[in-house]
């Protein structure tokens, strides 16, 4: 999958998308970032550790999942932004962060669409 084009779509459909991007198991970039002319609310360190967290609680997830099966997302609120975990298979991290405005459901379901219709 191209990434970079996936996490550009997402950008597009959703105009309440601030940032989305891909990483690997290892934290490390696959493709994305923040949407134009948005302000990151994290510094370069900040950032880098949240997504370092990201990636150990979807690693942990993984070990749930025999037991509940496979975790789709992961949403988190807080009082500036809306940040969600998508799990794509085994070896791919989206992370996702909205305006607290926006609609979970459309977020959820137009990434999810794209995601599928980007396996093509």
């Known amino acids: 999958m191209d990434y970079e084009n996936f996490?550009?779509?997402i950008l597009d459909v959703v105009p309440k998308i601030r940032f989305a991007t891909v990483y690997d198991e290892w934290s490390v970039k696959l493709g994305g970032g923040m949407r134009e002319?948005?302000?990151?609310?994290?510094?370069?360190?900040?950032?880098k550790e949240l997504v370092n967290l990201s990636t150990l609680d979807w690693k942990s997830r993984k070990d749930m999942a025999k037991w509940l099966g496979k975790t789709k997302y992961t949403l988190a609120e807080y009082?500036?932004?809306?940040?969600?975990?998508?799990?794509?298979?085994?070896d791919h991290l989206l992370l996702v962060s909205t305006e607290i405005d926006s609609d979970t459901d459309v977020v959820v379901d137009e990434v999810i669409r794209l995601y599928y219709k980007n396996q093509d």
């Open 37 to 47: 002319g948005v302000e990151n609310l994290l510094s370069e360190r900040a950032e």
């Open 79 to 90: 009082d500036k932004v809306k940040r969600f975990s998508f799990y794509l298979g085994d």
């Open 7 to 9: 996490c550009k779509q």
